[in-house]
């Protein structure tokens, strides 16, 4: 039998009719592709990721680990929705953020964080004897939030109380715009008060400074 070889650019350029016409019906399917296309200015990205943030002030480190974190990671892998191998645990001075990524095969990411936050409110407080003074635990998933507009806000000579009424108003009147879907406050700054003391005037009308310090979590 006789090999017949064939020269693409050849027969291209010998039937110029035939390559014209697929051409041109190639460039009319990607026109209709791009006009129909699906687009979004802010597409929904699906993000399995999520943050459990736990606080245990005063604790150090050694105390946080064996307290909560290690608490924490065996409540957490007990849902079989969550990829252990990619969970990471990151223990601090009083606190403790943990890094949870779930399975490609959970479909709805929303329910089952809200079920999690859900758990550690319930479940996890009542079988697990958890340290006095915890804060939290808190579930935050919102690594898929677009932000539509930033604003920023500072007033020179101005407290932070008269600021954070003023943002009171701000934000009442963003939420009464109907396209506004979410709003969240960073950078604020907490009130605190700072007592200082001295141990020996302490020591002689008889107590000390844990007593203060039980007093206090009461």
């Known amino acids: 039998m006789k090999k017949v070889k064939i020269n693409f650019i050849e027969a291209a350029m010998k039937y110029r009719q035939v390559t014209i016409v697929m051409t041109i019906l190639?460039?009319?399917?990607?026109?209709?592709?791009?006009?129909t296309m699906a687009r979004s200015e802010d597409p929904q990205i699906t993000v399995r990721?999520?943050?459990?943030?736990?606080?245990?002030?005063?604790?150090?480190?050694?105390?946080?680990?064996q307290q909560l974190t290690d608490k924490l990671e065996q409540y957490l892998f007990g849902f079989e929705e969550i990829r252990k191998e990619k969970t990471i645990s990151e223990t601090k001075e009083g606190q403790v953020i943990i890094t949870a990524?779930?399975?490609?095969?959970?479909?709805?990411?929303?329910?089952?964080?809200?079920?999690?936050?859900?758990?550690?409110?319930?479940?996890?407080?009542?079988?697990?004897?958890?340290?006095g003074g915890m804060i939290g635990p808190i579930v935050n998933s919102d690594f898929g939030d677009v932000?539509?507009?930033?604003?920023?806000?500072?007033?020179?000579?101005?407290?932070?109380?008269?600021?954070?009424?003023?943002?009171?108003?701000?934000?009442?009147?963003?939420?009464?715009?109907?396209?506004?879907?979410?709003i969240?406050?960073?950078?604020?700054?907490?009130?605190?008060?700072?007592?200082?003391?001295?141990?020996?005037?302490?020591?002689?009308?008889?107590?000390?400074?844990?007593t203060i310090a039980q007093v206090i979590q009461i």
């Open 101 to 131: 990524e779930l399975n490609e095969n959970v479909k709805d990411t929303d329910r089952f964080w809200a079920t999690l936050q859900h758990g550690l409110n319930t479940t996890f407080r009542q079988n697990y004897t958890l340290p």
């Open 147 to 182: 932000v539509a507009q930033m604003i920023t806000v500072s007033a020179p000579g101005r407290s932070y109380a008269e600021i954070e009424s003023y943002l009171d108003k701000l934000e009442d009147g963003l939420k009464t715009i109907h396209e506004t879907s979410k």
């Open 26 to 35: 190639l460039m009319l399917l990607g026109v209709y592709a791009l006009t």
């Open 49 to 65: 990721k999520g943050l459990v943030i736990a606080a245990f002030p005063g604790a150090d480190e050694l105390q946080v680990e």
């Open 184 to 210: 969240k406050r960073y950078g604020g700054q907490k009130q605190q008060i700072y007592v200082t003391v001295q141990d020996e005037k302490m020591r002689q009308y008889g107590f000390d400074f844990s």
